[in-house]
């Protein structure tokens, strides 16, 4: 059978890949596209947890499905940002929007 | 005996004895079969979409007042099959700077996501693909799948008319997707279960169709599933006057063969859904064998399927603001008031009836029966109400400044 | 090696492809479009976990809603159809340097963890999606989470509309 650790092997190199994504792209949505790689590393992480160690209780499941709708609000919020960003500076690329206040 | 009692079975386990014999290991065997049987599934959906298109342009035809196909075999029987050898020889073209891979891929998903419907329908009692006790969520995942197809088919044709075809379908599909979500979380409430199979065995005597129980949600599943298929009314997305095919213009030859055959597919895969959630799928008189059970469920899909292409040959096509109001300040308040209805009134009745016994079913589709009747009387009054309040402007020209030759005791200078 | 290990590791091989593809990708859109793989590949992890509601939820919210969202933002902030130059900042190898410390790192610490090797525990139970239904609205378990994360997604769809408004 598969042991718990393959998973959390997987899970920690999704969420290493994800890192790496928010930390070297230079477009706006590509780091959010990273953090949601991130996100789906730690469900990965829970659910296996929850399989492994107490698959009779559901609370394993319930913060999973937290995270979904966690995930869901942020990437609204984050991708409504950066359209109105792009609409007022003509760019997404992280690097240039660095005024505080213009 | 043995074969008419269950043919499905009867073969498999014919084929797995032969099988045997020649020496295979039971995981194989049933790895075979299994294979065989997706094959056969995924085979009659796309041959019965020949027969599902001359249907449709027959019964069209005879809507409007006219034959029809009625040249290429008896009764235009084969117009299909010709009108499918003409796409598979036409050019198959990639317009200059789309994205290759993207843009072979989309017809490719739009075909997948409708096949992966039909692995949860229950054909009879016996005759399920795979009977997963979250059905209901799977066909609302599957077809999220369908509309990513649709999105990358008309960005990556390198195409405006295209690209803003797919922005306006993909925003008509998500938005119809809440209420159909809501209408079909009705019938799970009912039958306590969210499997296919389990929601029609709840469904087993002609008072206890969902139908009785929630005629409202029924409207409502069928509304936004034609929505979400994209045909009349709402089919603003791909019609030629408007938008010059939408998001499958660059499309030719097998390309857009795959996407006409998904589309019909798909409408014939919602007409089985209704009458799988709602109608009681393959129950009717004689249900116990798997045969008879099939040919309830083709009786009552193929009058699904009419209805849906009479409303096709019908209504004329509404403007995209109309159908997104239509969507967010109509469809979706009600399903959500249908919703809190039917499970209050459900919880009350059950804890007072016992509804495993007949009586019971009957009390309870009669109490939420007219539970519906209400909402709707309640609902067309407001209508009316809001109607008489806003009287519908007619539209009256403005007067313009009409042209005049200039007096003649003007003088033309100065 | 059982077949459910080769599919587990077919799957993560999957997962870990498609999630470097994506961060890597110098067109925009095809990284989104990695990201569905990507997705997608996650939800095979949680079926093979047994986790089929979860497998559905993720293919519903995250590919049917999230990715789409992704794409459209994506049409929605470009001038040209084709992405040019590199797509990553200056800083790139430095990054690349830290996530392969944080893996390892990970990766060493729980190693060091007792139940590291743990293989699966007892099957799980028939009712899972109703217990998960009743955990969620039960006022001695998890209603409060729940009615919580209902009002966080309300405040972010109005935050959504009103900071994207186009005045």
């Known amino acids: 059978m598969i042991p718990l650790s393959w998973y959390l092997i997987l899970a920690a190199a999704l969420f290493s890949v994800g890192l790496y994504g928010v930390l070297a792209r230079k477009n706006a949505i590509a780091i959010l596209m990273g953090v949601e790689l991130m996100l789906n590393a730690v469900n990965i992480n829970l659910v296996a947890f929850w399989r492994y160690q107490a698959p009779e209780q559901v609370v394993g499941q319930v913060f999973a499905i937290m995270v979904f709708a966690v995930s869901a609000a942020e990437v609204a919020v984050g991708l409504a940002l950066v359209i109105s960003l792009y609409r007022r500076r003509r760019t997404v690329v992280a690097e240039n929007i660095d005024l505080l206040k213009w | ?414 | 090696m059982t077949p459910v290990q080769v599919i587990f590791l077919l799957t993560s091989l999957l997962v870990l492809g498609t999630a470097l593809m994506v961060v890597t990708a110098p067109n925009l859109v095809r990284s989104a479009l990695w990201l569905i793989a990507t997705l997608f590949s996650v939800a095979v992890v949680f079926v093979l976990l047994e986790a089929s509601f979860l497998a559905v939820v993720q293919v519903v919210v995250y590919i049917g809603a999230i990715a789409i969202m992704f794409i459209f933002a994506v049409m929605l902030t470009r001038k040209v159809m084709q992405d040019t130059g590199p797509q990553t900042n200056s800083n790139w190898w430095l990054a690349a340097v830290f996530s392969l410390l944080l893996f390892a790192g990970l990766a060493w610490m729980l190693s060091t963890w007792g139940g590291f090797g743990a293989q699966a525990a007892a099957s799980v139970p028939e009712t899972t999606i109703v217990d998960l239904g009743q955990a969620l609205v039960s006022p001695d378990a998890y209603i409060l989470p729940f009615e919580v994360a209902s009002v966080l997604l309300l405040a972010a769809l109005i935050g959504a509309i009103v900071v994207a408004w186009d005045r």
């Open chain 2, 1 to 414: 005996m043995g074969f008419l009692n269950d043919p499905i079975l009867f073969i498999a386990e014919w084929l797995s004895a032969l099988l045997s014999g020649w020496g295979l290991s039971d995981g194989l065997i049933n790895v075979i079969l299994t294979f065989l049987g997706v094959f056969v599934v995924a085979n009659f959906g796309m041959l019965y979409v020949i027969f599902l298109v001359w249907l449709e342009r027959k019964l069209a035809a005879r809507i409007q007042d006219r034959l029809g196909p009625n040249r290429v075999g008896p009764y235009g029987l084969f117009q299909t099959v010709a009108d499918i050898l003409k796409l598979f020889t036409k050019e198959d073209t990639t317009p200059r700077g789309a994205d290759k891979v993207v843009f072979n891929l989309a017809p490719i998903l739009a075909v997948f996501s409708v096949l992966l419907i039909w692995a949860v329908i229950p054909f009879a009692s016996t005759w399920v693909g795979t009977d997963l006790n979250v059905g209901v969520l799977y066909i609302v995942a599957v077809g999220s799948i369908g509309v990513v197809s649709t999105l990358i088919a008309g960005w990556s044709s390198n195409n405006k008319f295209a690209l803003l075809g797919a922005f306006r379908t993909v925003a008509q599909l998500v938005s119809y997707e809440v209420p159909m979500v809501l209408s079909m979380l009705v019938p799970v409430l009912l039958a306590r279960n969210m499997g296919l199979n389990a929601i029609v065995q709840a469904q087993d005597n002609w008072y206890s169709v969902f139908f009785w129980m929630a005629p409202i949600a029924t409207l409502i599943f069928f509304i936004s599933s034609i929505a979400e298929v994209g045909r009349t009314p709402f089919d603003l997305l791909e019609a030629e006057s408007e938008i010059v095919a939408g998001f499958h213009i660059e499309y030719s030859g097998a390309k857009f063969a795959m996407i006409f055959a998904a589309e019909f597919l798909h409408a014939f895969t919602i007409s089985v859904l209704t009458i799988t959630l709602f109608f009681g799928g393959w129950q009717g008189w004689g249900d116990q064998f798997p045969i008879v059970g099939w040919v309830w469920f083709m009786i009552k899909s193929m009058l699904a399927y009419f209805l849906v292409v009479w409303v096709r040959s019908t209504l004329p096509r509404i403007r995209i603001d109309h159908m997104l109001n239509y969507n967010w300040k109509f469809l979706t308040p009600l399903a959500l008031v249908v919703l809190i209805v039917t499970a209050l009134l459900d919880r009350i009745v059950a804890d007072n009836v016992d509804i495993l016994t007949s009586q019971g079913q009957i009390i309870r589709s009669a109490t939420l029966f007219a539970a519906n009747v209400v909402i709707a009387w309640v609902t067309v009054a407001l209508i009316r109400r809001r109607a008489r309040q806003r009287p519908a402007r007619v539209p009256v020209a403005q007067p313009r400044p009409v042209a005049r030759p200039p007096e003649a005791s003007t003088p033309a200078s100065s």
